[in-house]
């Protein structure tokens, strides 16, 4: 089974700044990961598909980057409507498992 | 506008069943995987179970396989979850998703069970 590890499991930066956070596949998954952001009491909401992929309707300061193993995802200027729990998703084109790396809540300093 | 509205949730005793239903519209429901993921009070995201679009593929998490069974009616356009031997650990908010060409592109609200005597 696939494992995806983020980090980190939180932080806290100040409104402007620039945020990163990076998940780590076990293997090899190509482009084939998600970033979803999550704010308390509502369903996930997919920001980044395909692993660079801005979805429609999306702010532009947020954006991803990688492949193969290795993945970041980055608020470029951090808001205060950000403040949410971001999540990883790894999947595949056939159905199957869909892994999840652990979520990273991000704070306002 | 794809909607996935869950129901079926509520309060259970250990040992108990419940079966939850997501409904959908504003898509060709016959046409998409299905996923049910679940999050505890507290907790990250965990994948439960998946359906691809005609019933074909069927996927379990190793923590519900033999208890919980996925199926969907296409005519009705309705994923559905059975829940069977229900556990303190089965607490929490089920979610329906969809899975377009990128993964889980579209979510429900989410339906809470909890399990408790």
């Known amino acids: 089974d696939i494992q995806m590890t983020q980090s980190p499991s939180s932080l806290s930066a100040s409104v402007g700044n620039r945020v990163t956070i990076t998940c780590q596949a076990s293997?090899?998954?190509?482009?084939?990961l998600n970033w979803y952001q999550q704010k308390p009491g509502k369903a996930p909401k997919l920001l980044i598909f395909?692993?660079?992929n801005l979805e429609t309707g999306v702010p532009s300061r947020f954006s991803g980057s990688g492949s193969g193993t290795d993945f970041t995802f980055t608020i470029s200027s951090l808001q205060p409507e950000d403040i949410a729990t971001y999540y990883c998703?790894?999947?595949?084109?056939?159905?199957?498992?869909?892994?999840f790396g652990g979520g990273t809540k991000v704070e306002i300093k | 506008e794809v909607q996935l509205v869950e129901s079926g949730g509520g309060l259970v005793k250990p040992g108990g069943s419940l079966r939850l239903s997501c409904a959908a519209s504003?898509?060709?429901?016959?046409?998409?995987?299905m996923n049910w993921v679940r999050q505890a009070p507290g907790k990250g995201l965990e994948w439960v179970s998946s359906?691809?679009?005609?019933?074909?593929?069927?996927h379990y998490a190793d923590s519900v396989k033999g208890r919980f069974t996925i199926s969907r009616d296409n005519a009705k356009n309705s994923l559905y979850l059975h829940m069977n031997s229900l556990r303190a650990d089965d607490t929490a908010v089920y979610y329906c998703?969809?899975?377009?060409?990128?993964?889980?592109?579209?979510w429900g609200q989410g339906t809470l069970v909890t399990v408790s005597s």
């Open positions: 998703a969809r899975s377009g060409s990128v993964g889980a592109d579209s």
């Open positions: 504003g898509f060709t429901f016959s046409n998409y995987n």
């Open positions: 359906i691809s679009s005609s019933s074909t593929y069927i």
């Open positions: 293997q090899d998954i190509r482009y084939f």
């Open positions: 395909d692993a660079s």
């Open positions: 998703l790894q999947y595949d084109l056939l159905p199957g498992a869909l892994t």
